[in-house]
């Protein structure tokens, strides 16, 4: 994707970082992520987007961005032999893709904030919206603001369907 400002362009964002872009933004409703549990399970989740919601805090008189994001999972496919019908197991499971999501969504991020030192996900209208008196103050630099602004990533997955397989059907050789 090409990132343009003031109409010229400034850089590139590879596939991964724009599919973090469209997850932070909200345009994303399905998208088929895999995780690797341990070394020798790998998991495939069919992800479907509920809600991607920007919501704004002052921290210290300075705004923060939340970026919340609510999905539900489906496991559909697995290696390996670990039982998700076990809460700890489908916890951990849960955790790893949140963790994915969020070192996607902070290395995109990075990249806007310190190399195109651009806000391409909007967050200076979410500040505007919550925030106008505040934003009438960092709009004139807010290209500088954005590379400083802090944004924290939260989540809320609930697991819909484990497919028919809940134990892998290849086995691994002992």
């Known amino acids: ?33 895999f995780v690797d549990y ?12 509920n809600k991607t919601k920007i919501k704004v805090s002052l921290s210290d008189g300075k705004p923060v961005i939340n970026v919340m994001f609510s999905f539900e999972m489906d496991i559909s496919t697995m290696t390996g032999n ?3 019908t076990d809460k700890e197991n489908l916890d951990k499971l849960i955790s790893l893709v949140n963790e994915k999501f969020t070192s996607i ?25 919550a925030f106008p008196k505040m934003w009438n103050e960092l709009k004139d630099n807010w290209d500088t603001e954005f590379t400083k602004l802090q944004v924290n990533f939260l989540y809320d997955t609930k697991v819909r369907d484990m497919g028919l397989i809940l134990k892998s059907i290849i086995k691994e050789e002992e």
């Open 38 to 49: 341990d070394n020798n399970t790998h998991v495939s989740v069919d992800l479907t987007m």
């Open 105 to 129: 969504s902070i290395k995109t991020l990075y990249k806007a904030q310190n190399e195109l030192k651009t806000d391409i996900f909007g967050f200076g209208e979410s500040i505007h919206r």
């Open 1 to 33: 994707l090409g990132v343009f400002r003031d109409d010229k362009l400034i850089g590139w964002l590879n596939e991964t970082e724009g599919r973090a872009l469209f997850n932070i933004v909200g345009k994303t409703k399905r998208s088929v992520n």
């Open 82 to 84: 670990v039982d998700f």
